[in-house]
């Protein structure tokens, strides 16, 4: 399964990172989403990206150029068309992925590898939503993806063994580290974090802790690089409540129930860093 050519549907925080890695290790990228002012603002932060590696030494100028030029980004599903690798990196809302898989499920070159980036949601739900359920597979990359060596490989219960290994190979080509993991509700990588970040909550909302406090008490005491309510605004509130509400859902267990004041900051639109205001304040 020779890949050449990736297509990145959703250009919010996860997919310009993946869009900039896949243009850096030489594929052929589209990047897609449905609303123009994402299009623009991940045209622009690639390029500053690109821009950055090239001034560290970490591709040479020309590599950067070349990687631009790989480049082509749009408003419409249809750049996706001739994708040998899809990965879709929308919001995390489980009505939304199964819509835009079927769509992408009808255009599509029939070979192409399906690729989801979603944190939580099954991956065997969204291979029952298409006619290549062998070619439908987890990419779950970690934010800040430039950054970040990890990608959550998931197979779904109908993945098939050449998608498993074509998706091996990609990550390894696009300098990351794969680790494969079941399809369980929130897979590996957030069934350990989110309870963490949610308890973190809970002591801000209950007065154990200030904010500051119980990041440094993770940050000095367990030597994490930054803390769980930093992190939660990195990754975005919403975010976080999204999958939170799916392993609530998946296995319905109330250890999983996301604190009222998750709930209430989402609500009151503080997201964290991408909108500005979350536990801390971002200029900007
Ligand atoms: N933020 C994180 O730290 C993180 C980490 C790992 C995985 N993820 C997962 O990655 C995915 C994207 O998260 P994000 O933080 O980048 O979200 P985001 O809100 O920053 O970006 C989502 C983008 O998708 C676009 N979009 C929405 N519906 C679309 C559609 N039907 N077609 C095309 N574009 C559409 C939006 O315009 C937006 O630009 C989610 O599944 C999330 O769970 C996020």
Not at 95 to 120: I, Y
Not at 152 to 157: C, K, M, P, Q, S
Not at 193 to 214: D, S
Request: hydrophobic fraction near 45%; glycine fraction near 10%.
């Amino acid at each position: 399964m020779e890949m050449t050519k990736i297509a990145v549907v959703g250009c919010g925080t996860m997919g310009r990172g993946i869009i900039q890695v896949a243009a850096a290790s030489g594929y052929r990228v589209a990047a897609v989403d449905s609303f123009p002012k994402a299009v623009e603002g991940a045209q622009a932060s690639v390029k500053k990206g690109l821009d950055k590696w090239a001034e560290k030494g970490k591709l040479t100028p020309e590599a950067a150029a070349a990687a631009w030029q790989a480049l082509a980004f749009s408003g419409e599903l249809g750049a996706a068309a001739d994708a040998d690798l899809v990965i879709e990196a929308i919001v995390e809302r489980q009505d939304a992925k199964l819509a835009l898989f079927r769509a992408l499920d009808g255009l599509a070159k029939p070979e192409a590898v399906l690729a989801s980036n979603t944190s939580s949601i099954s991956i065997t739900l969204l291979g029952a939503q298409v006619k290549r359920p062998g070619r439908v597979i987890g990419m779950h990359f970690m934010n800040p993806v430039p950054l970040m060596p990890l990608v959550e490989v998931i197979r779904g219960l109908a993945t098939d063994g050449d998608t498993v290994a074509a998706v091996l190979e990609t990550c390894k080509k696009m300098g990351k580290t794969p680790v494969e993991a079941h399809d369980s509700p929130g897979f590996v990588s957030n069934r350990v974090l989110m309870p963490m970040i949610n308890e973190a909550v809970f002591c801000l909302y209950e007065g154990v802790g200030t904010a500051e406090a119980i990041d440094a008490v993770m940050k000095l005491g367990m030597n994490h690089p930054m803390g769980p309510l930093a992190l939660a605004d990195l990754i975005g509130l919403d975010v976080c409540l999204d999958i939170l509400n799916v392993l609530h859902d998946g296995f319905k267990d109330p250890k999983y129930r996301p604190c009222p004041l998750l709930v209430k900051m989402v609500e009151g639109g503080f997201l964290g860093k991408k909108s500005g205001k979350g536990f801390y304040p971002y200029a900007g």
